[in-house]
């Protein structure tokens, strides 16, 4: 699986962006999937996670009710919404697919077989 994520760049704070992860290779239809973030300084964080039935989601608590994860599975592509963007956002996005799911290590990096290149985002103040 080769995923390639997109749609990073330069925000104002309260802005929004949605960036993209397109898989080729394999369908995604029954991989976990993750947006994970690396602000600059930082360990690797664990964003968002959304199941292969496309229903069942997780998020970290400090983008809850403001960040969106969502899967097209016609397309292959997974998505993350972000809204009411600020400036401890920034950070290089990765997404990540996991061949099974698991309710208590869907945050967890090794639990994740393939990865993404990453996609900036900046918010300025």
């Known amino acids: 699986v080769q995923l390639q994520a997109s749609g990073g760049g330069l925000v104002q704070a309260g802005g929004s962006l949605r960036l993209s992860c397109a898989a080729s290779g394999r369908t995604l239809s029954n991989y976990l999937m993750g947006w994970f973030r690396q602000a600059p300084g930082e360990d690797r964080e664990f964003v968002a996670a959304?199941?292969?039935?496309?229903?069942?989601?997780h998020y970290t608590d400090s983008v809850k009710d403001r960040f969106t994860i969502s899967r097209d599975s016609a397309e292959n592509t997974v998505y993350l919404q972000m809204n009411s963007l600020k400036p401890e956002d920034t950070a290089v996005y990765y997404c990540?697919?996991?061949?099974?799911?698991?309710?208590?290590?869907?945050?967890?990096?090794?639990?994740?077989?393939?990865w993404g290149q990453g996609t900036l985002v900046t918010v300025s103040s």
């Open positions: 990540a697919a996991g061949r099974y799911y698991s309710g208590t290590y869907y945050s967890q990096q090794q639990h994740y077989d393939h």
């Open positions: 959304i199941r292969g039935n496309g229903v069942t989601t």
